[in-house]
């Protein structure tokens, strides 16, 4: 499977923007979606998840509320609307697909696929 991020830019602090993964290769339908990402000088983290039909998804406390993540199986897509955003949100931000049958969203040890990254930068 091969994961293409895109959607990232500039933004103002409060802002939106939306990222998407488009996957090709593979049926998307089979794996658990994921976001996450990675802060100049941090490591990478969790940012949100989503079941293989969308019925289950998962956020990192830092962006519940304000970031939702979806799906369009039938687009072999996955979304990430941001919300709100902050200083704090800026970070190369990478789409991920995991194989596997468990709901473990948060570790990314069980993500099996990864995007190449689109980058976020939230201004002052």
């Known amino acids: 499977v091969q994961l293409q991020a895109s959607g990232g830019g500039l933004v103002q602090a409060g802002g939106s923007l939306r990222l998407s993964c488009a996957t090709s290769g593979g049926t998307i339908s089979s794996y658990v979606m994921a976001w996450f990402r990675q802060a100049p000088g941090k490591e990478r983290e969790f940012v949100a998840a989503?079941?293989?039909?969308?019925?289950?998804?998962y956020y990192a406390d830092s962006v519940k509320g304000r970031f939702t993540i979806s799906r369009v199986n039938a687009k072999n897509t996955v979304y990430l609307q941001m919300n709100s955003l902050k200083l704090g949100d800026t970070a190369l931000y990478y789409c991920a697909a995991d194989r596997g049958s468990k709901w473990s969203p948060q570790r990314e040890a069980e993500y099996d696929y990864w995007g190449q990254g689109t980058l976020v930068t939230v201004s002052s």
């Open positions: 989503i079941s293989w039909g969308g019925t289950s998804t």
